[in-house]
């Protein structure tokens, strides 16, 4: 492997698994106040198209990484969705 | 354009843009509390490696979004450095 290959898959490494502890983070502290959800709900879409896209190339590392930052991202929209619906359905109490 | 490059576009675009509200919310509120510090450290390396593979293959799709996503995220990172100063300065009184 060349030296650019090298410096493009650590960057896909890094920019891949730099979800992750956000994600353990949201799941410890369920806070997701200072999180952004118009950013998540642009990154998430983002990231599914990327992973179309990988399919219909039938591109292995564009697939698996966006897979991997889908997850990761999801879990994070998830929290920030539910902590929407709670904050709602207690307003209405 | 054919569809898959039509796909990958709107894709890159969604991912790039995707940090530019919370940016926004970062700089408007200051408050970083939800944000993961390991996230931003190494999304920012990883998406100033990407910098330099766009650079070194000559690719201007990649530099020009991963530039947007650098100073996107760097400011992001700006402030969660300078809460974690402000914090400390304050616990030493």
Known sequence: MDFTSIIGNVAALLTTISFLPQAIKTIKTKDTGSLSFPMYLLFVTGVTLWLVYGTLNNQ????????VTLVLAGIILGFMVKGKFTKRFRGGL
């Open 60 to 67: 292995m590392p564009i697939i698996v990484g966006n897979l």
